[in-house]
């Protein structure tokens, strides 16, 4: 049964409201009478609605092409309501399109109306077939599988799909393992920043420093960076052509200061950027994908100046966002306070930053610090017993 959300008053009784979602449509409806009369109200009204919505009339002419264009559409024009920006992520609305082409190359559906439980169904068993021939946990499945299911809430809500009970599929999620953290080596650090290029350079000490996702990297203006105490903002980049400046918007609405050691500000500042720090050869800033393709080709060529110029040396294999996880790990193994570190990294509560951004030894050791510290405390009165005993 669905949960009372406020409350009301009639004469003589106690009204309640109570609230059903049905595809994304919000129903709400006042119930009065004793707690029985109520349920019994309520379960009536809930069977009618679902049934209202299953019957609920549909355009059957759409292709899925149509659809899927008209639901990322709806995603890139979708405005928050206060700042008036973008809701959704350019890199989220990709994660979609993804999810979007990967059901329609294994379903292969072409009217919207003939889809069926069973094919989503089968969409996440060949999903999970998948990752279990690469080798991979579920977190691909989970991932591709929440994407088609609100794109098909979407698609109920508006009218392209008929009613689908995707409750089952909703409620399973696959189990997935914790991801492995990759912290980098000091000596992979050095390498990095001895081979890389310039830009890739500022790049490894930005993330380092900073704790930039790789997108923060690349959508970052030098205007938010003060030369002269280090302290630069992570925030939100509104449009500008004649700057040459595109649209930008921080994940979550995580704005928050950094700050860059005096070393990172001069390599900054050295790649006389006029917009964004980092950029490739020609000026242009980064995205996604050419981002990703500099940081694999960068990496290329540092693991080609080692095995020339290095004796016996690992080859390196990160990501950006590695820079990240290594970022956290070292500033535990620095004294820094696990509150703090989390709220720098820009996390909810330290479990999100115990869990993905911390090496497990690092945490140990920190633990059995804070162990020693309270004993030390604790001495005193422990010495104290003795007496009070003879006494």
């Known amino acids: 049964m669905s949960p009372k959300i406020s409350s009301f008053k009639r004469a003589g009784r106690n009204g309640k409201r109570y609230r059903k979602q049905i595809n994304n449509r919000v129903y709400e409806k006042y119930f009065c009478g004793n707690k029985e009369q109520r349920e019994y109200a309520y379960k009536l009204w809930v069977a009618e609605l679902e049934k209202e919505n299953k019957s609920r009339q549909y355009d059957g002419s759409k292709t899925w092409a149509y659809f899927v264009s008209a639901f990322i559409k709806y995603m890139r024009s979708e405005k928050d309501a206060k700042t008036g920006k973008p809701v959704w992520r350019e890199r989220t609305i990709k994660e979609y399109q993804y999810a979007l082409d990967h059901f329609k190359t294994i379903i292969k559906p072409h009217y919207i109306k003939d889809l069926a439980f069973e094919d989503v169904a089968a969409f996440r068993r060949a999903k999970v077939a998948e990752a279990q021939k690469a080798g991979d946990d579920n977190y691909g499945v989970n991932k591709d599988m929440g994407c088609i299911l609100r794109a098909l809430d979407w698609g109920m809500t508006e009218g392209f799909v008929p009613f689908i009970d995707l409750t089952p599929l909703r409620n399973t999620p696959k189990r997935t393992s914790a991801p492995v953290v990759k912290v980098l080596t000091p000596w992979e650090l050095s390498m990095l920043l001895k081979y890389s290029s310039p830009v890739m350079q500022v790049a490894v000490r930005m993330g380092l420093e900073g704790n930039l996702r790789p997108e923060e990297m690349y959508n970052f203006l030098v205007s938010k960076v003060d030369a002269k105490t280090g302290i630069a903002w992570v925030s939100h980049n509104d449009e500008n052509k004649s700057a040459g400046i595109r649209a930008w918007t921080v994940k979550r609405d995580k704005e928050r200061p950094v700050f860059f050691t005096p070393q990172t500000v001069k390599a900054i500042f050295a790649l006389r950027p006029k917009t964004y720090i ?112 003879q006494k």
Not at 314 to 324: D, E, F, G, Q
Not at 361 to 376: F, S
Request: glycine share 2%; proline share 3%.
């Open 278 to 389: 980092i950029t490739n050869s020609k000026g242009k800033p980064f995205d996604d994908s050419t981002f990703s393709k500099e940081w694999a080709k960068n990496l290329k060529d540092v693991n080609d100046q080692i095995i020339r110029h290095e004796d016996n040396s690992p080859k390196i294999v990160c990501t950006a966002k590695s820079l990240r996880k290594t970022h956290t790990t070292y500033m535990m193994r620095a004294g820094a306070k696990e509150e703090d570190v989390s709220l720098y990294v820009s996390h909810a509560d330290t479990k999100t930053t115990e869990r993905h951004y911390i090496e497990k030894e690092t945490l140990r050791q920190t633990e059995r610090q804070k162990r020693l510290a309270h004993l030390e405390r604790m001495k005193e009165f422990v010495l104290k017993l003795p007496e009070m005993v």
